[in-house]
């Protein structure tokens, strides 16, 4: 195989990469292809994962019960939350949609299970949140993926994570790590929606990148690339 991209599967990657976006409206009702689906998953599978323990479990839900349910969980975890924060962000935060779990037609849970391939993984010992990282890397392949065949995908971490393990009969030691609302979409955003709400924005890349250390944001052997990333790159 090749090792180089063309530029057309360059562009691909970039676009599959910004324009990618956290999808909670705009579902239609047609279902997914499950030879897409298939492929979706596929992807995912095939995330980088420490010592190639490949932790994750992908729970497919389609069960409204179940999702109506969840969706309850994610009502009162709402609520909770809403009194973290203070007025006027606080009726601001409740406006927003942050889930479509029963406006899409697939569910997906994705899992953390520590006890594959294990006790002894490469590369966890020392760090032990490297099993959980992986399970992000597969969440991020299957965002990808789903946005290049024009599935909408969104997270919904305002859950309560008990709820969810009783309901899906998760095994004590199995963590769920992402719940997410797959389906169609009749458009995806340009910007995030929390972007565009006003909530916040995007930082500058110049802003969160050091140099060699901690904040340290001036070194004269990086100032080609200091120069380069202030200009910002706006795919859309
Ligand atoms: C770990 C994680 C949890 C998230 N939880 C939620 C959530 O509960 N509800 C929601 O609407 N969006 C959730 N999001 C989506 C983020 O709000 C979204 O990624 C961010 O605003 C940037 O927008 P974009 O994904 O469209 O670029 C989550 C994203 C991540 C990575």
């Known amino acids: 195989m090749n090792n180089d991209f063309s530029d057309e599967e360059k562009s691909g990657l970039y676009k599959a990469i910004f324009s990618r976006r956290d999808v909670r409206s705009h579902f239609t009702s047609k279902p997914i292809d499950e030879k897409i689906l298939s492929q979706i998953l596929h992807a995912a599978h095939h995330a980088p994962s420490v010592g190639f323990s490949q932790p994750w479990n992908f729970i497919l839900i389609k069960d409204y019960e179940i999702r109506k349910k969840i969706k309850e969980s994610f009502e009162t975890e709402k609520m909770h939350s809403s009194k973290l924060v203070e007025e006027p962000r606080r009726t601001k935060y409740l406006s927003f949609k942050l889930e479509g779990i029963l406006d899409s037609p697939l569910n997906i849970c994705v899992t953390y299970d520590p006890s594959k391939f294990g006790p002894f993984v490469i590369g966890r010992s020392s760090i032990p949140e490297t099993g959980l990282y992986s399970v992000c890397c597969a969440v991020q392949n299957l965002w ?37 609302c797959l389906g169609y979409v009749s458009e995806f955003a340009t910007k995030p929606d929390l972007e565009s709400s006003g909530w916040l924005s995007r930082l500058k890349l110049q802003d969160v990148v050091y140099y060699e250390k901690w904040n340290q944001k001036e070194n004269s052997s990086w100032n080609t690339i200091k120069e380069l990333i202030k200009t910002n790159l706006d795919y859309a």
Do not use: D, F, Q, T
Not at 152 to 169: A, C
């Open 144 to 180: 990808l993926a789903a946005r290049s065949e024009g599935v909408g995908v969104g997270w919904v971490s305002i859950l309560s994570n008990n709820i969810l393990k009783n309901l899906l009969e998760l095994p004590e030691h199995v963590v769920p790590v992402a719940y997410l």
